[in-house]
C-alpha cells in the first residue's frame, strides 16, 4: 500500500509559511508584495485558474491584480502593457495565462516580461538559469513536485528518474530538476519505443502526458514513487490524472492523487516565486 503523497495538506502549511513571511515583509517595507496577472479572452479553464491565482494572493497576504483584456487584443498593445508593468516598481511578479488567441505570439509575450518579474520562469533568461542551476524561480509545477519529494523525504539523489512528457512548462524543467537533485534522468515522449521498458526501470516516475489513466500498474516498478502532473476527464467526466491510481495503488510505495496532488502545489509555488521576486527587488 502506498504513501499518499498529500499535496493539498503541503500546500496549505507552505502557504501559512509564505503568509508568514509576507507578514514580515509587510511590517519592514510597508507594503505588500505583488501580483499582476494579464488573462487574454475568455477560455473558461483559465478563468478558473486566474480566479485560483487571486484566491490564494488574498489567503497569504499578497497583493493581487487581474488585468482582464478581450480576446481581440493585438499583441502590440500586449506588449505596452507589459512594458508599463515592467517599470511600474510596485508590481513585483508578472503573468500571463496562457494559452494566448492565435494571432498573439506567446513567445514574444513571455519574453517581453523582465526576467526579475518572470514568476513562472518561462522566459529566456530564466530557463538558462535552470539549465545552469543559477536560478532565482522555477517553473511553479516542477518546483511543486520538488518540494513534495523534498518534504516526505524523498531524494533522486542516485535514483531511476523517468519523466513522462517533454513541454517546456513541466517535461524539461522537470528533468533538470532531478537531474539537479543527482537523479539519472530518462524523458519519454510520444515517438519514445517500449514506453514501458523505460517506465518499469523508475525509482521515479512523473506523468506529464494529459492522458487519462495511461500509465497501469503494469508499467511501474513494485516499491516506485509515482507523481501524476496530469490533470484530465475521465470517460464519466470526473477529474483524474494520467495513472490508473487505484491500480497503481497496492504497487507503488508513494503516489499523488488528483486531485490534491501536485495541482495545488502548483499555486503555492507562484506564491512563493513572487515573494522571492518581491526581496530580490528591494
Ligand atoms: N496556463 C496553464 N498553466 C499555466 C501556467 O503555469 N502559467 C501560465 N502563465 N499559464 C498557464
Known amino acids: ?22 507578514k514580515e515583509f509587510v511590517e519592514k517595507h510597508g507594503r505588500a508584495p505583488s501580483l499582476t496577472v494579464i488573462i487574454v479572452g475568455e ?8 480566479r485560483n491565482k487571486e484566491k490564494a494572493c488574498i489567503q497569504t497576504g499578497i497583493r493581487s491584480e487581474i488585468i482582464r483584456l478581450p480576446a481581440d487584443t493585438g499583441e502590440e498593445e500586449l506588449l ?9 516598481e510596485n508590481v513585483n511578479g508578472i503573468l500571463v ?3 494566448l488567441p492565435d494571432h498573439i505570439d ?18 529566456y533568461e530564466n530557463v538558462g538559469r535552470i539549465m545552469t542551476g543559477e536560478y532565482d524561480f522555477l517553473p511553479c509545477t516542477p518546483a511543486g513536485v520538488m518540494e513534495l519529494l523534498r518534504r516526505y523525504g524523498i531524494s533522486p539523489a542516485g535514483k531511476e ?63 516506485a514513487v509515482v507523481i501524476d502532473v496530469g490533470i484530465n476527464r475521465d470517460e464519466d467526466g470526473r477529474l483524474c490524472g494520467d495513472v490508473d491510481y487505484e491500480g497503481c495503488f497496492d504497487k507503488a510505495a508513494a503516489i499523488t ?17 513572487t515573494l522571492t521576486a518581491a526581496k530580490k527587488q528591494i
Open 1 to 22: 500500500m502506498a504513501t499518499v503523497i498529500d499535496g493539498k495538506a503541503v500546500s496549505a502549511k507552505m502557504r501559512e509559511e509564505i503568509a508568514e513571511e509576507v
Open 43 to 50: 477560455d473558461p479553464a483559465s478563468q478558473v485558474y486566474v
Open 80 to 88: 505596452c502593457r507589459i512594458d508599463e508593468l515592467n517599470g511600474d
Open 97 to 99: 495565462q496562457l494559452p
Open 106 to 123: 506567446e513567445k514574444n509575450i513571455i519574453c517581453r516580461i523582465s526576467p526579475k518579474k518572470d514568476v513562472d520562469a518561462f522566459g
Open 161 to 223: 528518474c523517468v519523466v513522462l512528457g517533454r513541454s517546456n512548462i513541466v517535461g524539461k524543467p522537470m528533468a533538470m530538476l532531478l537531474m539537479h537533485g543527482n537523479g539519472t534522468v530518462t524523458v519519454c515522449h510520444s515517438k519514445t519505443k517500449d514506453l514501458s521498458s523505460h517506465t518499469k526501470r523508475a525509482d521515479i516516475l512523473v506523468s506529464a502526458i494529459g492522458r487519462a489513466k495511461f500509465v497501469k500498474a503494469d508499467m511501474i516498478k513494485e516499491g
Open 257 to 273: 492523487p488528483v486531485p490534491g496532488g501536485v495541482g495545488p502545489m502548483t499555486v503555492t509555488m507562484l506564491l512563493k516565486n
